[in-house]
């Protein structure tokens, strides 16, 4: 059964900068792709990035491009989301999620398969 942790959420000022970890188990993580997902309070969860199996293809949603960095560890079984230039609007919950494919362009929450339990990122003004 394929297990997803995150950690690293918490409380940091706007223009501050957070690390979020994913740890997977139960399954061959370096295979396939991941992605990070956040819901803020009233609204939709929304796609923040995703990355492919290798590492090497990674795709950002326009509100965090060019501060936000998707990358994984395979030797770790972890990926991460490095924030940075943080805006009150970057508050929610963060979720992590895998797919059952190496690669998926997909940025639907519906395509992706297995979600962690999400951490809270709060950003004060």
Known sequence: QV?????GGGLVQAGGSR???????????SM?????FRQAPGKER???????WRGDSTSYADSV???FTISRDNAENTVYLQMNS?????????YCATTNVAFTPS???????????GTQVTVSS
């Open 3 to 7: 297990q997803l942790v995150e950690s």
């Open 19 to 29: 690390r979020l970890s994913c740890a997977s188990s139960g399954r061959a993580f």
């Open 32 to 36: 396939y792709a991941m992605a990070w």
């Open 46 to 52: 929304e796609f923040v990035a995703r990355i492919n």
């Open 65 to 67: 491009k060019g501060r």
């Open 86 to 94: 943080l805006t009150p609007e970057d508050t929610a919950v963060y």
């Open 107 to 117: 940025r639907s929450r519906y395509d992706y398969d297995y979600w962690g339990q």
